[in-house]
């Protein structure tokens, strides 16, 4: 007590009692630098907000630029969409196609990044980010080909299949970096316990690679539920997704921008509340790697 | 009874000391058969799914296939790569448009993604709300960003216009016109994109040491002289795949195309980028042969593009 007090004087009065034009200066910068952050947040925010409202508006609110967000709202354009049902069976689809594709690619990818992460093996593990490289239209003749032999063209199948093309190096790409950042004695010390090296992940890192794994997973489900160019060619009227679904609307349902707004603001929620509730998992798997080069 | 006692010993006696060397060689041996064992299945899935339908494009890609991939097609050898490479209707303005499309948008998207992951940089109340807000837009349907836009710069009805109006600046036909589409869609990327950007370089700002920054602060570097000598050079890494990354992306951009201007970028081909003019080779006009030609320099073309990024990011790093 008696040896800290005089320490503590010397380095904290000054700052603390008169503060600098320095630190003023650094306090008003710290305004501009709030105020310029949450006005490009409204910038992004702004045009789904627009969405939102123009789901609630009649079809004369929607194309009177006048009607800004104070305005009454209406259901209309939901109960139509409830009526035609088309949306709902898309995203029943989509979520079916969605869940099994992302189930799929991450029982297949979580073990391969885990050895990528383990063992090393770079060259390998880059073998299969090869896949987002590729312009996917240069395979879409060839699989077209593939499965209409297999009769398979506007199945589920097919389309769990191309969208896990996206999903597996994508939970790949994200979990090799979350395994290697794992510290590799904890599977050493289990290992020395007499677990088998399957054991030490099965039982060590699988459980400590959890959020990773539901991070990478979110993700995938998301790129899932917005995959437009695979379910255009490959699904077929009863297998629908979500996206296809919205642009068929816009082909004939142009002036019908209510309708549209509520379709889409219907497949954007989902999204939004992932968005919400799991911000900070789906920034760190969004940035995964990039750090690394 | 009597077999278990003289047994038991016989383990724990001569056994014991060469125990631990035994384990160790299982260990390596049953590594190395489990790590290929743990990466077979997503190794063969995406063999799978790449490496025949690349040799069937290649081989497409030397015939005159037309109408149906299994009808009786000829071989033509580089034919088609010839008819794209002279076509300066469809093919060279499709590459030019493909490049403008990702070297603009990519551009502005790094120059505001960096302006604003620095403005970010130092955590304040309420960031988790900004940063919640930055990853909408880019997880959000593409399809449904297009209608999105649509209605917002519809050219008489949208309130971009009434915006502009008010303003008192013209009014712009935006999707409208075959001169602005591209650069609105441009823009429409930014909006999307900017946010990832953002994301990825923050995350490699706060990997970065505090002590140059202070060094070069007790020096009397000013902020600019901070960030351009000090920060960036540190950034670089990442930047550079962000860019690369972003690039291939900008690059393949196909859906927010297709969804606001249709089948071959419009009624002038005004949006129609290589991504846009193989599809419709393939899907609207069945041009197997020239169409794998096309897909085949396109491919060509962004491996390129990423090999040549991360060169220049490693000698510059």
Same mark, same amino acid.
């Given at each position: 007590m008696s040896a800290a007090a005089p320490v503590t004087p010397s380095t904290a009065a000054p700052v603390s009692r008169t503060p600098s034009p320095r630190a003023r200066r650094r306090r008003n910068w710290a305004w501009v630098r709030v105020v310029a952050v949450v006005a490009v947040s409204l910038i992004f925010a702004l045009p789904l907000i627009w969405m939102f409202a123009a789901a609630f508006k009649t079809n004369v609110q929607v194309t009177?630029?006048?009607?800004?967000?104070?305005f009454r709202p209406t259901l209309d354009n939901f109960r139509a969409i409830i009526d035609d049902g088309a949306v709902f069976t898309s995203m029943k689809n989509s979520l079916i196609v969605g869940v099994i594709s992302t189930v799929l690619s991450a029982v297949i990818a979580v073990p391969a990044a885990w050895a990528v992460g383990r063992f090393r093996m770079h060259r390998t593990g880059s073998l299969i980010l090869v896949a987002r490289i590729i312009p996917a239209i240069s395979l879409l003749v060839p699989w077209y080909y593939l499965f209409a032999q297999a009769g398979l063209v506007g199945s589920y199948t097919v389309l769990v299949l191309s969208h896990m093309f996206v999903s597996v190096p994508l939970i790949l790409w994200i979990m090799i970096g979350f395994f290697e950042g794992l510290p590799v004695e904890l599977e050493e010390a289990a290992r020395t316990d007499g677990l088998s090296a399957f054991g030490a992940f099965w039982r060590i890192s699988l459980p400590l690679a959890a959020p990773g794994t539901a991070t990478a997973a979110l993700l995938a489900f998301v790129f899932s539920w917005n995959n437009f160019m695979f379910a255009l060619i490959f699904a077929d009227e009863d297998t629908q997704t979500v996206p296809v679904t919205l642009f068929n609307f816009i082909s004939y349902?142009?002036?019908?921008w209510g309708g549209l707004m509520a379709a889409a603001t219907l497949i954007t929620v989902p999204v939004v509340a992932v968005a919400v509730l799991g911000q900070k998992y789906l920034v760190a798997g969004l940035t995964a790697g990039a750090t690394k080069g | 009874m009597s077999t278990t006692e003289v047994s038991r010993p016989a383990p724990s006696g001569p056994a014991a000391p060469r125990r631990p060397e035994r384990r160790q060689r299982t260990f390596e041996q049953s590594n190395r058969r489990l790590k290929w064992a743990m990466l077979a299945p997503a190794l063969l899935f995406v063999g799978a799914m790449i490496v025949f339908p690349l040799l069937f494009t290649l081989n497409l890609s030397l015939t005159d296939a037309? !109408?149906?991939? $299994?009808?009786k097609k000829g071989y033509v050898g580089f034919q088609n790569f010839l008819d794209a490479l002279e076509d300066s209707r469809r093919f060279w303005p499709a590459v030019r448009r493909t490049v403008v499309f990702t070297i603009g948008a990519v551009l502005i998207e790094t120059v505001l993604g960096l302006g604003l992951a620095m403005l970010m940089r130092k955590a304040f109340r309420g960031i988790r709300w900004v940063r919640t807000v930055l990853i909408i837009p880019l997880l959000t349907t593409p399809v449904a960003i297009g209608i999105l836009w649509l209605l917002i710069l519809?050219?008489? $009805? !949208?309130i971009a216009n009434h915006l502009l109006e008010t303003v008192g600046l013209p009014r712009q036909e935006f999707l409208g016109s075959v001169s602005q589409s591209l650069p609105t869609l441009m823009l429409i990327d930014v909006w999307q994109w900017t946010p990832m950007m953002t994301l990825l370089l923050l995350a490699g700002l706060s990997t970065l040491p505090d002590e140059p920054e202070e060094a070069a602060l007790v020096d009397g570097a000013n902020a600019w002289q901070r960030f351009r000598w000090v920060i960036l050079p540190m950034l670089t890494t990442t930047l550079v795949t962000a860019l690369v990354l972003r690039s291939v992306d900008a690059l393949k951009t196909f859906d927010i195309l297709y969804a606001t201007k249709g089948p071959g970028g419009g009624s002038n081909f005004e949006v129609e980028t290589l991504n846009v003019y193989s599809y419709g080779l393939t899907f609207?006009?069945?041009?197997y042969g020239l169409a794998s030609a096309v897909l085949v320099l396109f491919t060509l073309f962004i491996i390129g593009v990423v090999v040549l990024l991360r060169r220049r990011g490693r000698k510059s790093a």
């Open positions: 009177n630029p006048d009607v800004g967000l104070i349902a142009s002036t019908d | 037309f !109408g149906a991939v $299994n009808a519809d050219p008489t $009805n !949208g609207d006009y069945q041009e």
